[in-house]
């Protein structure tokens, strides 16, 4: 991957965690370090963060470098604190009001949850 490329990667994902976090320029400025006209160069691909500044926009985005960077498509951190919820529902045990959590209503909970998940998308857009 070629300088011009990988400041296109960045600014894109700048630019996608940015909007999902509901953030502004401004914002990311601030915790970053740095004057807002930098971050919107970042995100337009004119220039591209240095290693002290990628890891503080990771840290503002909670994202990874290697998301940023484009060395993986996964947003999340690697954070031993998130979890796939589907596989949590799934293969854990689980007791509400006295009773254990049968695998159809553990099944009915993904799709209420599928369901939630796609209307937030919605009103995103």
């Known amino acids: 991957m070629n300088t011009e ?3 296109n990667i960045v600014g894109n994902r700048i630019s996608e ?3 999902e976090l509901g953030l502004r320029d401004e914002d990311i400025a601030k915790q970053v370090g740095v004057n807002r006209s930098t971050v919107t160069n970042w995100i337009r691909g004119k220039r591209a963060p240095g290693n002290t500044k990628i890891s503080l926009l990771a840290d503002a985005l909670k994202t990874s470098t290697d998301y940023l960077n484009g060395k993986t498509d996964n947003p999340l951190p690697n954070n031993n604190d998130v ?5 949590l529902l799934i293969n854990g045990d ?3 009001n006295g009773k ?3 695998p159809e209503t553990k099944q009915m909970f993904l799709r209420i949850l599928d369901s939630i998940m796609v209307n937030n998308e919605s009103q995103k857009q």
């Open 5 to 7: 490329e990988l400041k």
């Open 17 to 19: 965690r940015k909007q």
């Open 83 to 87: 979890r796939n919820i589907e596989e």
């Open 94 to 96: 689980y007791i509400h």
């Open 100 to 102: 254990v959590v049968d």
